[in-house]
């Protein structure tokens, strides 16, 4: 297993009544040319946690920060008009905070981040730093 110390949150930037699944993400990261989707872990709105990417390779989701981190995606991020907006549902966010919490007894994680802290992106279109404070993580 790769040496994972960090875990980076991100939305998938879709409305609450668009498709998507994993394999719908695995479609379009391919037809980027990635040869896999770029997330580690979706969630579903409903709180389903799906598995993208083998935790032992690389992802594609966050340049200059893939090597030795994990990236999730909750399903959403955009409201109903389009704009960057905190879509989590209540199944998200519980489950969310779940898994951080049991990929940091596997794994030495250093940091948490949102994407949004690497580059010039909405995502995850929430505050992280709050949300860990507010968790005591
Ligand atoms: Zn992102």
Not at 27 to 40: A, F, K, M, P
Request: aromatic fraction near 6%; glycine fraction near 8%; include cysteine.
């Amino acid at each position: 297993m790769r040496k994972i110390t960090e875990i980076i949150l991100h939305c998938t930037a879709t409305r609450p009544n668009d498709h998507c699944t994993v394999e719908s993400i695995r479609r379009y990261h391919r037809s980027l040319g990635w040869r896999d989707i770029g997330y580690h872990y979706v969630i579903y709105q409903d709180g389903g946690v799906l598995p993208g990417r083998p935790l032992e390779e690389v992802g594609a989701h966050c340049p200059g920060h893939n090597a030795n981190s994990i990236g999730i995606a909750y399903v959403g991020g955009i409201d109903a008009d389009g704009h960057p907006s905190d879509t989590r549902t209540e199944a998200q966010r519980l489950v969310l905070l779940q898994l951080v919490k049991d990929l940091m007894e596997e794994h030495p994680i250093i940091s948490i981040h949102g994407h949004n802290e690497y580059a010039n992106r909405a995502c995850p279109c929430f505050d992280v730093r709050q949300w860990l404070s507010e968790n005591n993580l």
